[in-house]
């Protein structure tokens, strides 16, 4: 039976320790917790940027449900 999960979003200004703390409770919940890829189509601004970055099109089929994306390492 499907068990909806909770999803936990973390907001606040440029160095707030958005990303310290979800890096802290995924090592505390590895088991539990699963960290949604964030999927872009804008250019790459650092080579620190934690996205997807994909083409319109592709984001497109994400949208329509006709493409899959996987990410093995964060």
Do not use: N
């Not at 990303?19 to 189509?41: D, G, I, N």
């Not at 804008?42 to 997807?52: A, P, T, V």
């Amino acid at each position: 039976m499907y068990q909806p999960m909770p999803i936990f979003a973390f907001c606040g200004p440029s160095r707030s320790g958005r990303s310290e703390l979800a890096e802290k409770l995924l090592s505390f919940y590895p088991e539990a917790l699963t960290k949604w890829q964030q999927v872009t189509t804008r250019e790459r601004r650092s080579i620190h940027d934690d996205y997807l970055f994909i083409t319109p099109t592709q984001y497109k089929a994400l949208e329509a449900g006709k493409l899959l994306t996987c990410r093995t390492h964060f």
